[in-house]
């Protein structure tokens, strides 16, 4: 699933590869997929891309952007985009293709669920595409730890640390898959409830959200996720499916289990990061 991290490795990608590129032809729609959301008639698609230009590409919350002068794509969630160079051989199955001037095609594939959404600048309406248009990254100076503090709004010191950091677009982009490494680099259970918080707690948490998420993007995004050309990204995630049972990296007494909690699982170190 798209997150912040692999959104910024993608949009990096695409921007080195493909920006200047003319768009020579699209295919929408091509494999029907119930929980694949398209902003317009997929057909129109191609008749609204076709001749233009990628102008750039940045990461928005979880989601990438593309900039076709003026004529905006962007993908979130569900969507796994993959480069294809001229000559390969192209996917059986695929919600959008976009092929370039030099022969390379753009593969967006819908996995559970995912939108493709194309737009004019200031003409979508989106909540989580305006919430994250709004928000600074984590990634940006801007995510300082004023910004952070007033995160903490009246109502929120009931919520568990999971539901606070990785619900209500809080923070755009930040999900359930790189919460789980954050809250372990501060050390700090998925359940502990915020109002139980002090001051030192605050500021590890806000140091692990910043520094995470950083290491992640910087090291080609989660083990767990593909960049553009099919790799997997060069982070080695800490606490998820890969390491449950094994010994915890950091205190080297505890153990990594894994509980289901808030609609979702949860990994944690049973020694340093107690309830």
Same mark, same amino acid.
């Given at each position: 699933?798209?997150?912040?991290?692999?959104?910024?490795?993608?949009?990096?990608?695409?921007?080195?590869?493909?920006?200047?590129?003319?768009?020579?032809?699209?295919?929408?729609?091509?494999?029907?997929?119930?929980?694949?959301?398209?902003?317009?008639?997929?057909?129109?698609?191609?008749?609204?891309?076709?001749?233009?230009?990628?102008?750039?590409?940045?990461?928005?919350?979880?989601? $990438?952007?593309?900039?076709?002068? #003026? *004529? !905006?794509? @962007?993908?979130?969630?569900? &969507?796994?985009?993959? =480069?294809?160079?001229?000559?390969?051989?192209?996917?059986?199955?695929?919600?959008?293709?976009?092929?370039?001037?030099?022969?390379?095609?753009?593969?967006?594939?819908?996995?559970?669920?995912?939108?493709?959404?194309?737009?004019?600048?200031?003409?979508?309406?989106?909540?989580?595409?305006?919430?994250?248009?709004?928000?600074?990254?984590?990634?940006?100076?801007?995510?300082?730890?004023?910004?952070?503090?007033?995160?903490?709004?009246?109502?929120?010191?009931?919520?568990?640390?999971?539901?606070?950091?990785?619900?209500?677009?809080?923070?755009?982009?930040?999900?359930?898959?790189?919460?789980?490494?954050?809250?372990?680099?501060?050390?700090?259970?998925?359940?502990?409830? $915020?109002?139980?918080?002090?001051? #030192? *707690? !605050?500021? @590890?948490?806000?140091?692990? &959200?910043?520094?995470? =998420?950083?290491?992640?993007?910087?090291?080609?995004?989660?083990?767990?996720?593909?960049?553009?050309?099919?790799?997997?990204?060069?982070?080695?995630?800490?606490?998820?499916?890969?390491?449950?049972?094994?010994?915890?990296?950091?205190?080297?007494?505890?153990?990594?289990?894994?509980?289901?909690?808030?609609?979702?699982?949860?990994?944690?170190?049973?020694?340093?990061?107690?309830?």
């Amino acid at each position: 699933m798209l997150e912040i991290p692999e959104a910024a490795v993608l949009a990096g990608q695409v921007q080195g590869r493909l920006a200047g590129m003319e768009v020579r032809d699209v295919v929408a729609g091509a494999s029907p997929h119930k929980f694949a959301w398209f902003t317009k008639d997929p057909e129109s698609y191609r008749s609204l891309l076709v001749g233009r230009r990628l102008k750039s590409s940045k990461e928005l919350g979880g989601m $990438v952007e593309l900039d076709f002068d #003026g *004529m !905006k794509l @962007a993908f979130c969630d569900g &969507v796994s985009l993959r =480069l294809y160079e001229k000559g390969e051989k192209l996917p059986a199955k695929h919600q959008l293709l976009v092929t370039f001037d030099d022969g390379s095609s753009l593969a967006a594939s819908v996995q559970m669920y995912g939108g493709i959404s194309l737009f004019t600048e200031g003409s979508y309406d989106n909540v989580y595409y305006l919430n994250a248009r709004l928000k600074p990254s984590p990634l940006s100076p801007a995510f300082d730890y004023e910004h952070f503090l007033g995160l903490f709004k009246p109502g929120t010191d009931t919520l568990s640390l999971k539901a606070f950091l990785a619900t209500e677009q809080r923070v755009p982009g930040l999900g359930n898959g790189v919460l789980q490494d954050i809250l372990h680099e501060a050390r700090l259970n998925p359940r502990k409830k $915020v109002s139980t918080l002090d001051e #030192g *707690m !605050k500021r @590890a948490l806000f140091r692990a &959200v910043k520094d995470v =998420l950083a290491r992640m993007r910087d090291e080609g995004g989660r083990d767990v996720e593909t960049d553009l050309y099919g790799n997997h990204g060069g982070y080695r995630t800490r606490m998820g499916r890969n390491t449950l049972g094994s010994a915890c990296a950091a205190c080297k007494g505890g153990t990594v289990v894994k509980e289901t909690y808030l609609g979702g699982s949860v990994y944690y170190c049973d020694k340093c990061q107690r309830k």
